[in-house]
């Protein structure tokens, strides 16, 4: 669900492309790390593609993730991430692409009420 004006996600389309690329149903959930309204870390497998989410209260922190949950393949990590001043205007976002495997592992900064979010697709 993108719960906004519909005119607004024309504006951003590689944000809006990348958004509602993520599926809704689950096969798998697991707690990456959380602490009940601080912080939470999930990830969430649908079919062979790993779906990671990250937010923080109004808190800036730097969690670091680790992959250990994946099987033994490689993965394309496609991350959106807050961008250099999300701490002053909310909107402001990247996204990057990195390859990944379960004995890798990822730092992120979240800004204040920051979020941070991965697809991951098997490398073939």
Known sequence: MLADNPSN?????????????IPVTWDTTIALQAKAGEYLAIARRNGN??????????????LKLS?????????????????????????????????VSNIDGISIELEKGGGWVAVLVPEK
């Open 9 to 21: 996600y024309w504006k951003d389309t590689a944000y809006t492309r990348f958004i509602s690329g």
């Open 67 to 99: 992959f250990d949950f994946l099987n033994d393949k490689k993965y394309t990590m496609t991350f959106l991430s807050d961008g250099l001043n999300a701490d002053r205007h909310s909107a402001d976002y990247r996204i990057d692409k990195k390859s």
């Open 49 to 62: 593609n790993w779906y990671i989410g990250a937010m923080t209260d109004f808190a800036k922190r730097n």
